[in-house]
């Protein structure tokens, strides 16, 4: 049985490797948590070092010489992330020239490659882990597909940069407000299409049923059955007249996209976001019993309709039920759930209060360590801890860009705005088993993967196939597997002749190596490494 702090480690992290064991056997996981909830404003020293030095493949044809769009040469170089840290004007240039075909359409693929290589990398090597799972979570619950829309995600890095890491443990009505406000949101919800005349309810909906209330707070249609009443007399919940009234009171929080604004104006053309108060209808009268009719001041309306679903209580039960799944599994341990959500409501206007509801979760009992392990890894994750416990070097690459699209489980892959499931049997599945299954055998040979297992492996795990296989199950682990297990992989690593990996005078270095490379991805499709 791993220890308790392995546990605790692994449901809070992309991986407990042993190195943060034993750092945490010696300080406490109480100093642990502190630490992590206190990361700096950008990455870690290491890991900004490592992503400023990476270069990664642009290739494509020179431009249609008899076109008169736009010229271009061929293009075949390795090129530093020019494009991550962009601002929105910038990055909005690029997507509206691609469109127009000014430049190659190559350009704006970049900007999403250089986001998703970035995101591999940190997941993997950030020292500040919690904040790398967190980010993650909050990517899934404000869940934006990158095929929807071409503009959405070509404003991903911001997305990231700006909305999702500075308030990942921050107060989650300023973290929903980002996500409202941000260009790749309000393109791929179309709030950015909403007017005065038209407002657009997809958006509106989506914020209640996803990102606030969830779905079991929906009462349908309103004027015809009402939400029941709690006990201050608040709706329990959300109907479509709610949705309406939503839509109206959001409407003119959109882009600027060269329209005109209330003094007819023609706004820039600069992607950037933008209150337009001719955009805005002035028809919305209350949303889950509060009047909004006079509420008055650009934004007013929208920022009233945030107040009232980010500390509506099943906004609470929602966003953190999710949570707890996340860290827990499919059977949530309900005290955790309980502290979850009363920290929730409890600090709903600190601006930790994300940090304070994941104390609540981690320190105010004993579940972190004594509730079953039963969280399914999915494939990404576990691609991600193979990584981090063989302490291999990921570098930036097209590999890992694509590598799991068509298990709907790469970075912004997931089309629908609900996220990816996160229940065990989704990821359990044959097909995505056995798909997950072969990428982790080709992971260590990926192009983008630097390691050697060969040079990681002590001298006294080298001398029989027993002591390698022992040690780097229970590195990778944290305890030996059962007999069963074990026997199996003894006997794949001692080969036909039962001899001894390591023994150089009989195989060749490459040879060694592969076999190495064999075994942690083998050790990496037991149940013991699939579950966190």
């Avoid at 270069?55 to 040469?73: K, L, N, V």
């Avoid at 910038?90 to 127009?100: C, H, P, Q, V, Y």
Wanted: net charge neutral; aromatic share 8%; charged share 20%.
């Amino acid at each position: 049985m791993p220890t308790q702090n392995r546990i605790a480690l692994n449901r809070l992290t992309f991986g407990a490797r042993d190195l943060e064991e034993r750092n945490v056997s010696f300080t406490g996981l109480p100093a642990w948590l502190e630490d992590q909830l206190r990361p700096p404003a950008g990455d870690d020293f290491d890991l900004a070092t490592h992503l400023s030095a990476q270069t990664m493949r642009i290739a494509y044809a020179a431009s249609d010489p008899t076109s008169t769009r736009g010229s271009w040469p061929a293009v075949d170089e390795m090129r530093p992330f020019n494009y991550l840290n962009l601002p929105v004007p910038d990055l909005w240039t690029i997507s509206r020239n691609a469109s127009s075909q000014a430049i190659s359409s190559a350009e704006r693929t970049r900007v999403r490659q250089e986001l998703l290589s970035a995101t591999w990398m940190r997941n993997t090597h950030s020292s500040y882990q919690l904040r790398e799972f967190m980010v993650d979570f909050w990517h899934n619950h404000f869940n934006i597909g990158k095929n929807e829309a071409e503009p959405a995600t070509v404003l991903l890095p911001v997305f990231d940069r700006v909305a999702i890491r500075p308030n990942a443990f921050g107060n989650f009505r300023t973290l929903l407000e980002a996500t409202a406000t941000a260009g790749s949101m309000l393109i791929y919800l179309d709030n950015y299409l909403s007017t005065a005349t038209t407002p657009n309810e997809n958006y509106a909906r989506e914020i209640m049923e996803l990102h606030t209330l969830g779905g079991e707070a929906y009462y349908g249609v309103g004027d015809v059955t009402p939400a029941p009443r709690l006990a201050d007399g608040t709706p329990a919940g959300f109907t479509d007249q709610d949705v309406i009234q939503g839509s109206r009171a959001l409407s003119g929080w959109t882009l600027q996209t060269g329209q005109r604004n209330a003094a007819n104006q023609t706004l820039p053309n600069t992607g950037e976001f933008i209150y337009n108060a001719a955009q805005h209808s002035n028809r919305a009268t209350s949303i889950l019993g509060r009047n909004l009719s006079g509420v008055v001041g650009d934004m007013a309306q929208g920022r009233a309709m945030l107040d009232t679903i980010a500390t509506h209580p099943a906004t609470a039960r929602h966003v953190c039920g999710r949570l707890v799944r996340r860290i827990f599994g499919d059977s949530i341990p309900l005290p955790a759930y309980d502290r979850a959500v009363t920290a929730f409501r409890t600090f709903q206007n600190d601006p930790d209060q994300i940090a304070q509801v994941l104390r609540a979760i981690v320190m105010h009992g004993d579940d972190i360590y004594a509730h079953p392990v039963s969280k399914v890894r999915r494939p990404y994750e576990r691609i991600i801890a193979l990584l981090r416990t063989t302490d291999s070097v990921l570098s930036a690459g097209a590999t890992a860009t694509t590598a799991l699209d068509r298990l709907t489980d790469g970075l912004f892959a997931w089309p629908a705005p609900d996220g990816r499931p996160d229940f065990n049997a989704y990821w359990l599945a044959t097909g995505a088993n056995v798909a997950t299954w072969n990428l982790l055998f080709q992971v260590p040979s990926w192009r983008e993967v630097q390691t050697s297992l060969t040079a990681q492996t002590p001298a006294a795990a080298a001398t029989s196939a027993t002591a390698t296989v022992e040690y780097w199950v229970r590195r990778m682990i944290g305890d030996l597997l059962p007999a069963e297990n074990m026997n199996v992989l003894i006997a794949d690593q001692a080969g036909p002749n039962g001899a001894p990996t390591a023994i150089r005078d009989r195989r060749s270095a490459a040879t060694i190596e592969n076999n190495y490379r064999r075994l942690v991805s083998l050790i990496a499709t037991t149940e013991a490494f699939t579950l966190r």
